[in-house]
Each structure stands twice: as structure tokens, then as C-alpha cells.
């Protein structure tokens, strides 16, 4: 066997791999490993962790039998199947099967009689514990160094040592710093140790590193040996930008400095053990994080320097959902000196790590995060230490709150970078998510903050999206109405999504639709190319409760509510919407002519959540008219006058009359070519009109009610009256009229245009007759005309025209309302 000397171990290309439970959990990956380690170039130390699940398995099972549970025994024998399998299945030689066998065996056989002892004198020590919890790296490490021929096998409990201090196990750094510099004097091709086991330095007795220790073997070994990198084989391709469970958009971080993995394995982040970083990194030697079921991707490199930085200001976002809120409150607290070594002093007392501190200025407060299981003792042990503070007022009764989730935001690009913080708490605050306490430290590495548990998702989401760690940022919609309207946006953005997503890197993802009958809610999004199967197949039956719960319900983040109905009880759920932070985009006029107290708080609403309610298309479909009086107000101007034909409907009646096509003719045309509403008297009625103009002076800064508008209508009231098979029966009788007057209209070289108007604050509709010089007379089709007459548009109006009705323009107007909450 060929050695090398390790006692210089710098001139030496020399390399140290770690690989986890659930790389040595099944046949297949423990066969992966060894194609891992036979693989490299370079001598390896193979640190490994017990097979997957077991050292669960090994605790569970001493607590049954310390109860005096006899179904310990089946645990124990499905441990003990469970290597002895793994052995069969593994080790293709039968001499070297069975000479294992017997060795794994032995040590499954002292399990067993430790076992049994603890069922007869029902009492779990932590000297006991340790021990039983040891054998599953050790017989882990003696099936891969069987299983890897010419590998050397070195027990970590003769150089791994530990000192018993304040009721804990230390790792004793010189000691086992010059036992492994002796012990690994000369080294092999491949050396196989067990991780997370170590020894008393004084009693010999077993000990361990903690959870999650076997990284931190094998940092120490590779700091002492002065390793040319530290590899931790794991079953994921290396620190993530987010949970990828909580966020499917999440992606591998290509590399971070030790300073920003040490912060995301502090808040929650399980692909590294958090002390592992520091002897590493005292050494400056990088750590690579790879995937053993994946050993072609690239992984994560940590390291001191980041050699490309990128230009996103955080790197990752990790989060703890197990985090309980203590906070220590009274105006005795301000000015008085040892508050918080007290708080803390208690704590460590009763063993209670705080990973999150937050305190006010003011000094009359401090809270801090520990974990729920936690809580209560915490409380107890602090009532204690402030018992007579609390007796005389001096502070308040110490109590938890529990079920809430930490957050943290890390990245050293955020140093000296203005705005960072003001972005977050007001991308979460857009999103409804309240910020319960909140934390940053000096080095401006690291923000944390607490939220309720249930916000959690929706919080990771967010920063991800806001603060483009996601490869798109994201909208989430919920379209209501899937009818002309309804379906001509959903083809538009099923058309446009490829496009916005490579141009924009925005993403479209549609997580509801609903109508009348259905209603079909799924976080992932709806696949558009049949959405009306899906709506029928998979939606639940509709209603007003179930529209209302299944978007608010759903907690999702960068929300918007699209109202393709033209539904008075839809329009009644917008405030319930606006108030939990989704936007309201609404082709639907019923809100904004809505009471105009009900229009004015709507709007309100919006403006305090940071959200948007938008109805652009309420008038002149898809003609930026509401948003030209909006930017001529904002700039100072002041609308003056407002004329404008704002019925494509009744225009494309008007311009159809003719000797052929009588009065009655041509509502029907409208109604088959879907310009009118399917009860076409709703436009005759003017009524359409009148709530165009309401919106459009309110936008315009006029306080105006449906009722304030003066009607003079062209069809007799009677024609409104009763149901819609009478009006078409009555109507025809309408033509002969119509067409006299039509005709001196036409010698005339007039044209009828239904005109509304709004000027000194009075606003009116009338069918009006205009000759050439109007702007209204050369309308055709379905087109709208818009005049703005303002302070700056005085002698020569603004004219705005344009389609005004059809269902393909409309949808488009609601379309550039999305966009404009996408580009906010």
C-alpha cells in the first residue's frame, strides 16, 4: 500500500470528504460514494455519517426500552437488518462479506446488551446515549472502508477530543489538533473515518460532536491536516437561494465567502453543520458543497473572497418557522445598566441558545428569538430573575409568542448599499406580511426579521421575486370571468408569456379562474391550453364566498384580482382584496361609478396597502384615457372640460344606419358582434355612458354621483321596462321614425353621436346632431373620441381617439394595467 507522509501536509495535494446519511442510505448511493472516492486524484480522508435515518432510529429506540417498552426489541432488529442487508447487498466478496459481517455483528451485539440493560433499569443516561448513538458511524465507516478496497480505516475516538464544560461536551482544539497531525502522519490513497464520535480527553468516555457533527469532523480534520479543500457530499447541489420546497424557482449559489455561509447555516440553512465553517476557514482552505446523486453539477464553493461578485445585493434567503418571541418590557428597563446580561445569563443558565436579538433605542424593550420547545422555560427562568421588577410595575409580566418564523436576508454585497432595508420592509409590507420584530447587525451581512408562521411562504417568495434572486419576477393572477373579455385576455397572456419571460423576465402565472359555475385555485398555476377543461374537470362550484376565500385564502405574494364580470357582487369583494394586499384590476365599471364614498375609499385602501386598484379600460376600452387625465393631474395641470362620444356601441349603431339598415337592425348588429352588453338596452339607456363619465370626472377631481348627470335619452322609457323578448318585439316600431329623421340628417351632412360632457362641474349625456367641423363626426365603426380641455390644452383640446369597444381591445387594456403593476 502506497503512504505518504502528512506531517508537511502542505506540499501535498490532499483532500477531505464528508458525506452525509442519505449518501450512505440506500445501495445505490453507498455504490455512488465509492465511485466518489475511487474517482479522485488526490489522497481523501472519507468521513461518513450513519446511514439515513438510523441515528433517529437509535435514539427513538433507547428511549422505548428506558420506558420499559418492549417493542424496542423490533427497533432494534430492524436496525440491525438494516446494516446486515446493506453488507449482503454491497460486498460482492464472500471472504471479505463474512469477515465484515462478523465485525458488524459484534458491535450490533453490544448494542443489543446496552439495549437490554436499559429495559431492566428503565434509566437513560447522557453517558449512555452517547454511547448507543455512536455505533451508527461506526459501523457505517467499517461497511465503506470494507466496501472501498485499499482504504485504511482510523477510529475518530482515539483523536477526536473533548472537554466536559458548563453541562456540555467542547471540542479540545490543541489536543486533537496534535493527535490527528500524529495519527495521520502518513497517510494512504484513501483513509476512512467516522464522523460525529469523539472521547473524553480526562475519562475516555464516549462522546459526540452534536447533530450534524460528522461536517464538523471533518473540518478538523481538514484545518489540521491542512487540507487542499474540505467536500461536503450531500443530496442536494449545494446551497440554495431559497428553500426549493417553498420556492421551486430557488437555484444553486455558484459561491459564497465563509462569512455568508456561516449566516445562512445560522438561520436555517441544513446543508452545512454551522460550526464546521470556522476551523476551515481559520486555514482559508474553501469548502466545496456537492450532490452525491448528482457529482456532475457544480456545487457550491465557499471561500474567502468571492472572485466573480455578482450585482444582486443578497445572495440567499434562509429562515427558521420554529421561533418563538420573548420580549422583556417597562419603562424600569431604561438607563438601568446589566438588564441584558441578566437576560442572557438566565438563559444560558438553562441552556437556551437566542438566535435573534432586537432591541429598541429606547432601551424599554428587548425581545428574542429562541425556538417554541424553548419558550416556556425561558419565561419561567426570566419571571424568575425579574420577579421583584415585575412586583413593583417596573417591567411587565414576560411572556411568549409562539408559531412565528425568522427570516434572514444575507449577502455581503449589501455593505454600505443604501436602500436595502427600505426595500425589504416595503416589498413585505406591498405584500400584507407584518414585520414583528426585526434585526441587523454592523457587518450589514445579515437582516432578519419575524413574521407570523403562516406568512413565511409568502415572505420567502416575495424577497425572492423583489429582489431578483428568482430568474423572472413573478405576478400571480386571478382572473375572474372567462367570457369575450375574459377569454381574449387569457389568450393574450397564454400568447405573450415566452416572450415577456425571456424580454421582461417577467412571468405570468395564472393561479385562478372562475366564473359563474367553477372556480379552480392552484398555487402552480394553471396550464392555459386548456384551461376551460380543467376549470370543469378539477374547480369547485362557485360562489361569491368561495371567489372571496380561494384568493385570499391562498396567501400568495405579488397578487392581482382581473374582473372580466360586469358583477355587482364581484365588485363588492375589491375592498376585502385591496385590504389584504392583492391588486384589483377591474374591466368591470360597477366600483369606480359606484357611490363615490365607496369609489373614494377604494382608492384609499389601495394607496395604504401599496397596492393597486386600476380600471383603465372602465372607459374607452383599451385608450389610455383614465391614465392621460391621471398624468395631466399629477403635473399640475387641471381638467377643464371634458367632451367625448364614449359608446363604441352606440356609435357602431349610428354609423350602421342607413336606407338598409333600419334603427332596430342595427342594435341587433351590435348585440351578434358582441359590441353591445348581452341586453343591449343597457347601452340604449345611456346607462353606460353616464358611469363612463362619473369615472371619468372623478379622476378628473370632481366630486359626481350616477344621479348628478343629466339624461337626455333618444329611446322612450317605456322601451327599458319589462323583459328582453318585449323590447325586441317593440323596437321596430322605432325604425320609421328614425329613419325620417335620418334622412334629413343625411341633406343635411350631419351625423347623430351620443355625446357626454362635463364642464363647471356638470356633466350631461345627449344625442346630439354634428356637422363635419366636429371632431365626433368622422367616427367610424366602434371608435371613441375623448376631448380634454385643460388649463395647458385650452385653446387647442387634447384629443384622444381610438377603438372603443370589442372584446380583443378591452383585454388589451386590462393587459397594459398588469403590466403596469409589474413595472412598479
Known sequence: MLYQ??????????????????????????????????????????????????TDKLIQTSRLAAQGDVSYEKQYNEIASRHIDMVNHIIPS?????????????????????????????????????????????????????????????????????????SKHFLDKELTNKLIKSKFEEICPINVVPGFISTDKNTGEITNLGRGGSDYTAAIIAASLNAERLEIWTDVDGFMTADPHVITSAYTIKELSYVEATELCNFGAKVVY??????????????????????????????????????????????????????????????????????????????????????????????????????DVACEVLNEEFSKEIEMGEIFEIQAEKNLATVAIVGENMKHTPGIAGKLFGTLGRNGINVIACAQGASETNISFVVDSKQLRKSLNVIHDSFFLSEYQVLNLFICGHGTVGGSLIEQIHSQRQKLMLENG??????????????????????????????????????????????????????????????????????????????????????????????????????????????????????????????????????????????????????????????????????????????????????????????????????????????????????????????????????????????????????????????????SVSLKEVDFHSPFYGLEGSNNVILLTTERYHEYPMMIQGYGAGASVTAAGVFADIMSIANV
Open 506 to 763: 417577467l412571468k405570468l402565472n395564472v393561479v385562478g379562474i372562475t366564473d359563474t359555475h367553477h372556480a379552480l385555485f392552484t398555487r402552480d398555476g394553471i396550464d392555459l391550453n386548456n384551461y376551460n377543461e380543467e376549470l370543469v374537470n378539477k374547480g369547485i362550484p362557485s360562489s361569491m364566498e368561495v371567489i372571496r376565500d380561494g384568493v385570499i385564502g391562498m396567501n400568495i405574494f405579488n397578487s392581482v384580482f382581473i374582473d372580466c364580470t360586469a358583477s355587482n357582487e364581484i365588485a363588492g369583494l375589491y375592498k376585502d382584496f385591496l385590504q389584504n394586499n392583492i391588486s384589483v384590476v377591474a374591466a368591470n365599471k360597477i366600483a369606480a361609478s359606484s357611490p363615490y364614498d365607496n369609489y373614494f375609499e377604494l382608492k384609499q385602501v389601495a394607496r395604504r396597502r401599496g397596492v393597486k386598484f386600476l380600471f383603465e379600460t372602465n372607459v374607452g376600452a383599451g385608450l389610455p384615457i383614465i391614465n392621460t387625465i391621471n398624468d395631466l393631474i399629477h403635473s399640475g395641470d387641471k381638467i377643464l372640460k371634458i367632451e367625448a362620444v364614449l359608446s363604441g356601441t352606440l356609435n357602431f349603431i349610428f354609423n350602421k344606419l342607413s336606407a338598409k339598415i333600419t334603427l332596430s337592425q342595427a342594435i341587433r348588429m351590435a348585440q351578434e358582434d358582441h359590441y353591445s352588453e348581452p341586453d343591449p338596452r343597457i347601452d340604449l339607456s345611456g346607462k353606460d355612458v353616464i358611469r363612463k363619465l362619473v369615472i371619468l370626472a372623478r379622476e378628473a377631481g370632481y366630486r359626481i354621483e350616477q344621479d348628478d348627470v343629466e339624461k337626455h335619452l333618444f329611446i322612450p322609457d317605456s322601451f327599458f321596462k319589462g323583459p328582453i323578448e318585449e323590447f325586441w318585439k317593440e323596437i321596430p316600431s322605432l325604425d320609421e321614425s328614425f329613419e325620417e329623421k335620418r334622412r334629413i340628417l343625411e341633406k343635411e351632412h350631419k351625423h347623430w353621436r351620443f355625446v357626454a360632457k362635463l364642464e363647471n362641474g356638470k356633466a
Open 274 to 375: 454551522p460550526p464546521t465553517i470556522y476551523p476551515v476557514c481559520h486555514k482559508n482552505i474553501p469548502i466545496l458543497i456537492k450532490n452525491t446523486f448528482n457529482p456532475q453539477g457544480a456545487g457550491t464553493i465557499i471561500k474567502q473572497e468571492v472572485t466573480n461578485p455578482v450585482s444582486k445585493s443578497i445572495k440567499g434567503i434562509s429562515s427558521i418557522n420554529d421561533t418563538a418571541l420573548i420580549t422583556v418590557q417597562g419603562l424600569g428597563m431604561v438607563g438601568v445598566i446589566g438588564v441584558n446580561h441578566r437576560i442572557f445569563r438566565e438563559l444560558a443558565k438553562s441552556g437556551i441558545s437566542v438566535f435573534l436579538v432586537s432591541q429598541a433605542s429606547s432601551e424599554n424593550s428587548t425581545s428574542i428569538g429562541v425556538r417554541n420547545a424553548d419558550a
Open 94 to 166: 464472500e471472504k471479505e462479506q463474512n469477515e465484515l459481517l462478523q465485525k458488524v455483528e459484534a458491535l450490533l451485539n453490544e448494542l443489543k446488551g446496552i439495549y437490554q440493560g436499559l429495559y431492566l433499569v428503565r434509566d437513560l443516561s447522557g453517558k449512555t446515549s452517547n454511547t448507543i448513538v455512536s455505533y451508527g458511524e461506526r459501523i457505517s465507516s467499517l461497511i465503506i472502508s470494507t466496501l472501498i478496497s485499499g482504504s485504511k480505516y482510523f477510529d475518530s475516538r482515539e483523536f477526536i477530543k473533548t472537554e466536559y464544560k458548563h
Open 5 to 54: 507522509r502528512a506531517s508537511n501536509i502542505k506540499g501535498i495535494i490532499m483532500i477531505v470528504m464528508k458525506f452525509g446519511g442519505t449518501s450512505v442510505g440506500s445501495v445505490d448511493s453507498i455504490l455512488a460514494v465509492k465511485n466518489i472516492v475511487e474517482s479522485a486524484q488526490e489522497p481523501v480522508i472519507v468521513v461518513v455519517s450513519a446511514l439515513g435515518g438510523i
